[in-house]
């Protein structure tokens, strides 16, 4: 048996991350609702940007279909001829525009988020844009080093997926499912992690340096990483599922544009959470404890 | 033939939602449908095939013999025997199976070559393979034409022994091997059919065409491994060990082919249904799936032989393959059929894909074993009727609003999918022979979608029991025959009235022809409103007209098979809607049955959603 170790199998040359205090991190969550509400006006600009982009693609959908169908209402009986129709027309012109949509909120996507961030972090909207746009430059690079290594760490995880797909050995069928089904746990696992490192070094990135936002947003992870999933999982929950409600037309547009604003406010309050945690990274809260010489008993 | 895509159904005149609970009522409700138990032939068949063939599974080498007693039916003597050799359709890339299918079928691709070699052909006694013609066609060595020396006098019988080697293919049409998993089909030399005339139906091994062959008496004795289970036509009726291998016996009358599926590993589930044992072989791990395939097997051998006659044979075996083996699934022979799906099972989720393989497969039982015609010039006669079948089965199973799609948002009525394939391509006619086909595409359309389309329309239209009593009345008259298009018409005549092959069956199956309906044209004045129907295609079916008057009360009124239609209705009209029930699935177009306002369905809101959600994945 190992003995207990002082220190950490850390190397030597990885900095050592600060200890985590727990009530700060409590303290750092209940203050992310506060900074989330005194910023609505901006988060509401935000939305307002997205649901502008979202309504080219489906506005050219919508269009496509209703010419397809003609009058007859879009239903069972009539789909499979609306699908036959439209895929010369309608749904290929909203695929196209679903992808510029993308690109244009891909481009947009670093100085938006840095805005935002600015907001949540106090400044008045005018301020917020200014230093959104000034910091969206290291923002640039701190995002393409996450996303670099995200990728490289999820090409190193997949390799087993890789391997046990391809074992075709054995008949059964259900076990190799379930085996490439449990591999896919890692890679799945570190592609999320990825995302919420994302966010934690771009909200660095308002202050600090590349490396030092790449840092700070690594050990803020500890912090952040559950309510990132939190906040992902309630928004997905918020989206896809309350397409299928079989509600009328008014109601739909009720209930989705109230769910959809939900999840861009849930989304504000997790970057606003990220913003508090790594602003305290890197700041030792606890004395460092002095390192000691590695002990193994003689005869154990 | 095979089958894999979605699947089928009809429909009621009243839709109306189906509680969860109440939709497995269906499999209920067949059981008291349960056919009384039927009998073969009292007499012997013509023919007798006793096929030995020992099995090497390194080399996947089938070392055998075949000897036939062949008697001849024919009305004048014979001067030749014609054999099918079907393995050497993987020969290489100039057989005919290889160029009409492109060396794929249903994707997955040719991975290396087969063969059968004869080593000898002794008729009566005397060598006669150095005087047999092997090449037919150019390039294609699928059969093989032995002139005999003294003709067959009509009545007299021939004695055949023919030994051979057959080099199985790796699976991906049908026959072949997957790792240990191998299917022997078609691996021996086998008569072609015998027409009344004398002449002999020979063609090659075709893509989309195979099964044309004499009832006989077939026997198959096959030299295994020890420790391998095997499933094959017929009953097992003596069974032997030789130190590592091990002997069996299968014998089956009444049959026109025999095949056999072994692996070291299948596992076995048994079921009855009457008199009949049913056997599920399935690999590791697919137990769950195997009851349900026994489940859906039992539930269609009860609803087929209550309208087709019962099922006659002691025996049926449902091969389940494995992962890798997809060449051979979903593929039938006399008293056995492999089928397809995953090793989930699936009873209470909405995807009908693997109940429909089994019940198509097992339809084939009645279309293709017992009422055998030939598959390579009337394939609608086999594929055509067994994929209507097929879908009225499983809307029986499952529903007819959800025989093809069951989500609890999306119910997709499985002949509306087979309606819209039908009319994927501008293709041949349903009952165009096999080569005429231009690929796979055209041929799945016409052959399956076209035909079960036809007969779904005239069940929908002139009533499902009748439509059933028609099919009945054809194979119960040519059970165990070899039945033409001719033969089809004249039982619907005898049901309907002649007026059916005339005007329906023949234009729509043979001259390709629709019955299209388009509306137009709703106006509303002072007088009241009026409206325009056209029809298009010569299929005469009758139909019905829903109008939403302006108050919201609506009406339906029936319409004749005219070909214009000017209506004149009383006051003022919203909409008006033909064919409200679906029930012409001869019809390319449904968007043009309704004229009127366009009832909003928060398309653009849930459009705007979907948009949303994903934009926000990207964006800040
Ligand atoms: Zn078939």
Not at chain 1, 180 to 190: D, E, F, K
Not at chain 2, 390 to 410: K, N, Q, V, Y
Request: aromatic share 8%; glycine share 10%.
């Amino acid at each position: 048996m190992r003995p207990s170790f002082p220190g950490s199998l850390r190397p030597s040359f990885w900095p050592e991350a600060p200890e985590v205090d727990p009530e700060r991190t409590r303290k750092n969550r209940r203050a992310a609702w506060a900074d989330a509400w005194r910023a609505r006006p901006t988060t509401f600009a935000i939305h307002l940007v997205g649901l502008g982009l979202a309504s080219w693609p489906a506005w050219v959908l919508r269009n496509g279909l209703r010419r397809a169908a003609g009058p007859a209402p879009i239903e069972q009986g009539v789909l499979l001829d609306v699908l036959r129709q439209a895929k010369t027309s309608g749904v290929l012109a909203a695929t196209l525009a679903a992808f510029g949509a993308l690109a244009v909120a891909l481009a947009l996507s670093v100085p938006l988020q840095m805005t935002w961030m600015a907001a949540l972090g106090g400044a008045a909207p005018r301020d917020a844009l200014r230093r959104g746009l000034r910091r969206s430059g290291v923002a640039m690079a701190v995002s393409v080093a996450v996303v670099g290594l995200t990728a490289v760490m999820v090409a190193v995880c997949a390799i087993p997926v890789y391997v046990v797909h391809a074992a075709t050995d054995g008949p059964d069928a259900r076990l190799h499912d379930l085996l490439v089904l449990a591999s896919l746990v890692i890679p799945l696992g570190v592609s999320l992690m990825g995302l919420a490192w994302l966010d934690l070094a771009r909200a660095a990135a308002l202050r600090h340096g590349t490396k030092e936002s790449l840092k700070r947003g690594w050990w803020s992870l500890r912090d952040g990483g559950g309510t990132f999933l939190w906040v992902l999982g309630a928004r997905l929950a918020l989206g896809l599922p309350l397409l299928l409600l079989p509600i009328p037309p008014l109601a739909a547009v009720v209930v989705l544009q109230l769910a959809a604003l939900a999840g861009t406010f849930l989304r504000s309050r997790w970057l606003a959470e990220a913003r508090r945690h790594v602003m305290e990274r890197g700041v030792p809260v606890v004395p460092r404890a002095p390192r000691l010489p590695v002990v193994i008993p003689a005869n154990e | 033939m095979p089958r894999v895509r979605a699947a089928p159904a009809s429909r009621r005149s009243t839709p109306e939602p189906r509680p969860l609970s109440v939709r497995l009522a269906p499999l209920l409700l067949l059981v008291a449908a349960a056919p009384a138990a039927a009998q073969l032939p009292a007499d012997p068949p013509a023919h007798r095939y006793e096929v030995a063939a020992s099995l090497d599974p390194e080399a996947h080498v089938l070392d055998g013999s075949v000897d036939i007693q062949f008697r001849n039916t024919a009305d004048r003597p014979l001067t030749e025997l014609l054999f099918h050799l079907y393995m050497n359709a993987f020969a290489d890339d100039e057989t005919v199976f290889m160029r009409e299918s492109s060396g794929q079928l249903r994707g997955v691709g040719a991975a290396g070559r087969g063969s059968i070699e004869l080593e000898s052909l002794r008729v009566d006694g005397m060598e006669r393979l150095h005087a047999a013609d092997g090449e037919l066609v150019e390039g294609d060595r699928t059969q093989l034409s032995v002139p005999l020396v003294t003709p067959l006098e009509p009545g007299e019988t021939v004695h055949v022994e023919v030994t051979f080697v057959t080099q199985l293919p790796p699976l991906f049409a049908r026959a072949g091997y997957s790792g240990e998993f191998h299917v022997g089909a078609q691996f021996f030399p086998k008569l072609a059919k015998l027409e009344p005339d004398g002449s002999w139906a020979g063609f090659p091994y075709h893509g989309n065409g195979e099964f044309y062959a004499d009832f006989a008496r077939y026997a198959l004795v096959l030299d295994l491994p020890r420790e391998w289970p095997v499933g094959a036509t017929g009953a097992l009726v003596d069974e032997r060990t030789e130190g590592s291998r091990r002997i069996v016996r299968f014998e089956q009358a009444w049959v026109h082919d025999t095949a056999f599926v072994t692996a070291p590993w299948l596992e076995e589930l048994t079921g009855t249904e009457g008199d009949v044992r049913i056997r599920v072989l399935h690999p590791p791990g697919y137990g769950s799936a195997a009851e349900r395939h026994l489940e859906v097997t039992r539930a269609s051998l009860r609803h087929f032989g209550s309208y087709l006659g019962a099922y006659p044979y002691a025996q049926l075996t449902v091969i389940v393959p494995p992962r890798g083996a997809e060449g051979g699934a979903g593929m039938e022979y006399p008293t056995l059929f492999l089928t397809a799906g995953p090793w989930l099972a699936m009873p209470r989720l909405p995807f009908v894909a693997q109940d429909e393989v089994t019940a198509h497969e097992l339809g084939h039982q009645w279309f293709q074993g017992m009422v055998a015609s030939d598959e390579v010039t009337h394939p609608m006669l086999d594929e055509g009727l067994t994929e209507w079948i097929t879908g009225d089965a499983l809307a029986a199973l499952h529903g007819p609003e959800r025989s093809g799609i069951g989500l609890p948002f999306l119910a997709l009525d499985g002949f509306e999918i087979r309606r819209v394939w039908s009319f994927g391509k501008p293709g041949h006619p349903p009952a165009a022979p096999v080569p005429d086909f231009d690929g796979s595409g055209d041929y799945g359309a016409a052959v399956y979608g076209r035909t079960s389309s036809v007969m779904e329309t005239v069940a929908r239209t002139w009533g499902r029991e009748k439509l059933r009593s028609a099919l009945g009345h054809y194979a119960e008259r040519h059970r165990f025959g070899h039945p033409t298009p001719a033969d089809l018409y004249a039982s619907f005549d005898a049901i309907y009235g002649p007026w059916m092959s005339r005007r329906v069956l023949r234009p729509a199956l043979e001259g390709n022809q629709r019955a299209a309906l388009h509306l137009a044209n709703l106006r509303t004045d002072d007088a009241g409103s009026t409206v325009d129907l056209v029809r298009l295609g010569e299929v005469p079916v009758p139909t019905r007209l829903r109008v939403v008057r302006t108050d919201g009360s609506t009406e339906t009124i029936p319409l004749p098979a005219q070909r214009f239609f000017h209506g004149r209705l009383e006051g003022g009209v919203r909409s008006a809607r033909v064919d409200p029930g679906r029930q012409n699935l001869l019809d390319p177009d449904r968007l043009d049955d309704q004229v009127g306002e366009a009832r909003s369905t928060g398309l653009l809101a849930r459009a705007l959603h979907f948009f949303q959600v994903l934009v926000g994945s990207v964006g800040p």
